[in-house]
C-alpha cells in the first residue's frame, strides 16, 4: 500500500464504524502516523438504517464520507480496501491493495449477521446492516408492492405482501413500526387500486419479550405501541428455515417472500486472529486496556471487541455508545502512551438505550429516568440528530422528519437500483472491513 | 397487465418524463381511463443529473414517485413495465409484464444515447441519461482517486485523473464546470496527499464552439467562464474511436479511464413503429397535432416526436421545456376531444435556453433578455428549483446549494454502489419506456 514512512509509530485502524472513527479523530497524530481502513469511503450512521430501508430517508444523508473528517488531521491517511488477512508475527495487514506494515493494530470491523448455520435462511433473508442492504430492502418491499398490483393470483399476492421479520430488538422493532407506518399512512394512497389490509407485519422474536434488553415496562409499552400500529408479534418463537417462501417457525408457518433478518450479530473478525483468542459472539477477546492479552500490540474496540466484566459477563454490549467510547477511550491511552503516561482500563458508562416505534411513539431508558410516548419520542429524534455526522445531514434529517411529522409522506419511494437476488451470497463476506 | 375494463376510452402513456407526466396529471380522467406506464417507478429531474454526478445532489431529491403525482386522478393507474413492442393492428401494448388494449398510445420515451454506431464508445464511455448512470459516474470518479492514490505508476494515475467529455451543449459544458469546481475547491482538502494539479479535464466539441444551440455572446462567455475554471476545451473535434483507455479523435489522442457521453441523443422509439414513421433524429414523425400521420390514435410526445417547422426544420429542439408544452397541448387536446371541441395546432413558445459553468457563472437567453454572470446564475438556479417536482425535494436542494455556495463542501462524495464495467452494455436498452 502507498503510504508514506514517516519516523513516528505506525497505529493502523480497520473500520471506520463509531469505535474506528472516533479513534482516529482523537488521536494526537503529532506522535502517530494513523492509517485508517475501510472498504466503504463513507461512514455508517446504522441505528437510521431502517429509516432508509422504510424508504423515511435518503441514503446519503446517514452517510458521511471519511475523508472529509479527517480533512484537519495531519499524518492521518485513509485507504479504501478490504483487508485479507493480518500476519501477527511479520506486523502486516494484507488487502485487496496492497500490504501495509502496523506497530499497532487496532480492530474495529464491528459486527456482521450471524445466521447461526442455516443456510436456507442465509441464502433468501435480507439482512440490514448497512446502506447497499437497507436499499435492496426499500427497492424489494416497493417490488412487490407493484407485483402485487399485477397478480390475479390471491395466494401469490399474499406472499408479496407479508413481511416477516426476525428478531425484536431495537433494530427489529424500529423496522417493524415504520413498516406498519407505511402500511397505514402512505401506501393506500399510493396504491389505491390494491387492498393494503392484506399486508402483514410479522415480527418473530426467540425470547418471551419484545426489546428484551431493556425493562419491562419498556417491553410492555413497546408491545402495545406495535400492537396498536398492527405489528403481529410472535414471541418464544424461532425461525427453523426459509424455504421456497415458507417461513417454517417452531409454531406457526408464514408464507411471505420478504424476510428480514435483525435476529443475530457476530463479530467480524479478520483473518489471522488464531482461533483461541476468540470468544463469545466471535469476538476479540480485549483486557481492560482493549489490548489483546497475547498480542499486545493489537486491540480491538466496539462489536468487534470481547471484554467481559461482572456486570456483563457475555461481554459489553453491542451498541453504537459503547464503541464511541470505546474509541475515544484508546484515542486516550495512546495519547498519553505517547507521553510516557500510565493507561488507565476503560470503564463504560451505560447512557441507557432507547426504541422508537412510530410517530409518538417511544421509549427511553437511562439509569435515573424510565419514560415513554411522545417525550420520550422527542428525545429520541434530538439524541440521534445530534449523534449524525456533519450539519448538513443533521439539517436533511431535520427537513424530513418535520415532513413526515406533518404530512407522513416524503416521496421517497424510489426504486433506483431494482433489487436482485445474489446469485453468490457469500462473496459480500471476505472482506473484513 | 391486470388493469380494471371500464367505460371510457383508454389512453396508454409510454414514458413518464416531463411530457408523459404532465399529460397523465392534466387529462381530464372523467372522459378518460388513463395508464401510466414507465421502468422506472419515478420521474427524473434529468437537467440536474450532472450535480448527481458531480456529488453535488443526493439522487433522491431529483427523483419523484410517480404513483405520488397521480395520488388525486381518478381512473388513472401506473404501472412499473417495460414496453417491448406495440401491435397496431390489435391496438396492444406488449410489456415484460404483460398486454395491455389501448384506445390511443402516447409515445413519450424520450432519447437515449447516440453513439453514432461507434461500438468502442459504446462499450466503454459513461453516459448520463438516467439516475443510476449518474450514480456510477460519481462512483466512479471517487474510485478513480482512490486507485490514483494507491498506484506508483505515472502513466496509470495520468489515466485516472483524466476526465474526457464529449459534447460541448449543455450537459457538458455544466459536468465540465463541475467537475473542474471539484478539483479547484473539494478534491485537494479530500485527498491531501494526491496532487490535484495531474487532473485534466478536456471538453470535446465537434462544432466550432461549446453551447452551439446558443448565440455567439452566450458561448463565448461559456468559453470563457469554462477556461478560468480550467478545462480544457478541444473544438472541431471528433472522437474516433475509444480503445484501451485512450480516446483517438481527428486531433489530439488523450490518455483516460473515464469518458463520459453527452454528445449525442437519438429517439428512443419502442419497437412496432413502422420505420417509414421514424424520420431525423431517430424520432417518430408527427403532425402539429403531436398525431401520427398514418396511425391517428397513436401520438407521440417531446424527444422522440419529430415535428418539422419552417423554424424548426430538423424538429423541434430537444429540451423539457418543449416536452412538458407538448404534455400540457396533448392534454388539453384529449379534453377538447371529449367535449366534441375542434383541436388547435401545437405551438412551441421558446421560453429560451441556460447554462450554468459553476458559481456565479451562467448565461441565460430569452427572446427579450441575455445575460451572463451571478444574476443569470441565480436566474438558473431559481428556474431549476421551481421546475423541480415536489416541495420537499426543492427544500433539500435549496439547502444543497445554500451549503455548497458559502462551503463548497457538502459531503455527497460516496461511493454507496461500486461503479464495475458492465458485461453486457446492450441488456438495458432492449424496454423503450
Known amino acids: 500500500m502507498n503510504i508514506p514512512t514517516i519516523d513516528l509509530p505506525r497505529i493502523v485502524v480497520i473500520g471506520a464504524g463509531f469505535a474506528g472513527l472516533k479513534l482516529a479523530r482523537q488521536i494526537n497524530s503529532n506522535n502517530y502516523q494513523v492509517v485508517l481502513i475501510d472498504k466503504n469511503n463513507y461512514h455508517t450512521f446504522q441505528p437510521l438504517l431502517y429509516q432508509v430501508a422504510s424508504a423515511g430517508l435518503e441514503p446519503d444523508s446517514i452517510a458521511y464520507p471519511i475523508r472529509k473528517t479527517l480533512r484537519k488531521k495531519k499524518n492521518t491517511f485513509y485507504r479504501m480496501a478490504s483487508v485479507q488477512t493480518i500476519d501477527r508475527a511479520t506486523q502486516i495487514v494484507k488487502t485487496d491493495i496492497g ?5 499497532k493494530l487496532v480492530i474495529a470491523t464491528g459486527a456482521g449477521n450471524n445466521f447461526f448455520g442455516n443456510q436456507s435462511i442465509e441464502a433468501n433473508a435480507i439482512p440490514m446492516k448497512s446502506l447497499t442492504e437497507a436499499l435492496d430492502l426499500r427497492s424489494k418491499m416497493l417490488q412487490n408492492f407493484e407485483k402485487a398490483l399485477n397478480t390475479t ?22 423496522l417493524a413500526g415504520a413498516l406498519a407506518e407505511l402500511k397505514n399512512k402512505i401506501l393506500p394512497k399510493d396504491f389505491p387500486d390494491l387492498d393494503l389490509r392484506l399486508m402483514k407485519i410479522h415480527l418473530i422474536e426467540a425470547s418471551d419479550k419484545v426489546l428484551s434488553a431493556m425493562t419491562d415496562k419498556s417491553s410492555k409499552k413497546a408491545h402495545e405501541y406495535l400492537k396498536k400500529l398492527g405489528v403481529h408479534i410472535w414471541t418464544n418463537t424461532f425461525v427453523e428455515n426459509y424455504i421456497d417462501g415458507t417461513v417454517h417457525t417452531n409454531g406457526e408457518d408464514f408464507y411471505s417472500d420478504t424476510l ?26 480485549v483486557n481492560a486496556q482493549c489490548q489483546s492479552p497475547v498480542n499486545e500490540n493489537i486491540y480491538a474496540l466496539g462489536d468487534v471487541a470481547l471484554i467481559q466484566t461482572e456486570t456483563y459477563p457475555n461481554g459489553l454490549p453491542m451498541m453504537a455508545s459503547v464503541a464511541m467510547q470505546q474509541g475515544a477511550y484508546l484515542a486516550k491511552s495512546f495519547n498519553r502512551l505517547a507521553k510516557g503516561k500510565s493507561i488507565k482500563p476503560f470503564l463504560y458508562k451505560d447512557k441507557g438505550s432507547m426504541a422508537t416505534v412510530g410517530k409518538n411513539l417511544a421509549v427511553v431508558e437511562t439509569k435515573r429516568f424510565k419514560f415513554q410516548g411522545i417525550f420520550a419520542w422527542f428525545v429520541w429524534m434530538f439524541v ?12 436533511v434529517v431535520f427537513v424530513n422528519w418535520t415532513w413526515n411529522y406533518f404530512k407522513y409522506n416524503n416521496g421517497l419511494r424510489l426504486i433506483i437500483r431494482p433489487y436482485k437476488k445474489k446469485v453468490d451470497k457469500t462473496a459480500d463476506k471476505k472482506s473484513a472491513a
Open 260 to 285: 428480514i433478518w435483525a435476529a443475530g450479530v457476530k463479530g467480524q473478525v479478520p483473518g489471522g486472529i488464531d482461533a483461541s483468542q476468540i470468544g463469545k459472539g466471535n469476538r476479540i477477546i
Open 99 to 103: 500490504e501495509l506494515k502496523y506497530d
Open 384 to 395: 440521534h440528530l445530534m449523534l449524525l455526522v456533519g450539519f448538513r445531514n443533521r439539517v
Open 153 to 174: 393470483d390471491l395466494v401469490e399476492r399474499e406472499k408479496l405482501m407479508n413481511f416477516v421479520i426476525v428478531g425484536a430488538g431495537p433494530t427489529g422493532v424500529e
